[in-house]
T-cell receptor
Framework: KNEVEQSPQNLTAQEGEFITINCSYS?????LHWLQQHPGGGIVSLFM???GKKKHGRLIATINIQEKHSSLHITASHPRDSAVYIC??????????????FGQGTILTVHP | NAGVTQTPKFQVLKTGQSMTLQCAQD?????MYWYRQDPGMGLRLIYY???????DKGEVPNGYNVSRLNKREFSLRLESAAPSQTSVYFC????????????????FGDGTRLSIL
């Protein structure tokens, strides 16, 4: 069973700061997902990546397959970025292929 | 553009009562999922459906049943609710190419907050 760990669990930042959230997993994966959960509860998929780096606006996701590690970066953070960020590892073999194991989430609060 | 719609949004039950959580998607997705989210636990898969007419157990299926009524709808039933089933339930869907789980983004509903007294 894949173990997915996120750090930090809680993160507080001032508007404009560069933010990094880390995700480590224990076994090989077919892809790594980053999700955002707003205070109202809705969950949105941000990225899905299996190698390298992806960028969307101020958000950047990177993955290092050899080190079993992914990071989510937010440049020029804004209070509207306040949310829970969740990483999820997709299994790579047999009946586990694509099946998601979720981290516990990182609660981000950005103050004006 | 509704996406994934879950009903109800909130529900309070007494121990032993039964209820069905409804989920519908309008994106023509093959795969649908039911998750529960508990504090400190992360999301956990209850059941999934790779396509219409097929369902399979996930990580925490005990106490639940599901029905994939058609391509659009995937319902979750609690036959005899227990306090341990107090949770927030999310339905999700994704497109699928080939494998039961394909690596496609999952689209989530807004969740159902269920309390069992």
């Amino acid at each position: 069973k894949n173990e997915v760990e996120q750090s930090p669990q809680n993160l507080t930042a001032q508007e404009g700061e560069f933010i990094t959230i880390n995700c480590s997993y224990s076994v090989g994966i077919s892809a790594l997902h980053w999700l955002q959960q707003h205070p109202g509860g809705g969950i949105v998929s941000l990225f899905m990546l299996s190698s390298g780096k992806k960028k969307h606006g101020r958000l950047i996701a990177t993955i290092n397959i050899q080190e079993k590690h992914s990071s989510l970066h937010i440049t020029a953070s804004h209070p509207r970025d306040s949310a829970v960020y969740i990483c999820a590892a997709a299994g790579s073999g047999g009946t586990s292929y694509g099946k998601l194991t979720f981290g516990q989430g990182t609660i981000l609060t950005v103050h004006p | 553009n509704a996406g994934v719609t879950q009903t109800p949004k909130f529900q309070v039950l007494k121990t032993g009562q039964s209820m069905t959580l409804q989920c519908a998607q309008d994106m023509n997705h093959n795969s649908m999922y039911w998750y529960r989210q508990d504090p400190g636990m992360g999301l956990r898969l209850i059941y999934y459906s790779a396509s219409e007419g097929t369902t399979d157990k996930g990580e925490v299926p005990n106490g639940y049943n599901v029905s994939r009524l058609n391509k659009r709808e995937f319902s979750l039933r609690l036959e005899s609710a227990a306090p341990s089933q107090t949770s927030v339930y999310f339905c999700a869907s994704s497109s699928r190419t080939g494998a039961i789980y394909s690596n496609q983004p999952q689209h989530f509903g807004d969740g159902t907050r269920l309390s069992i007294l």
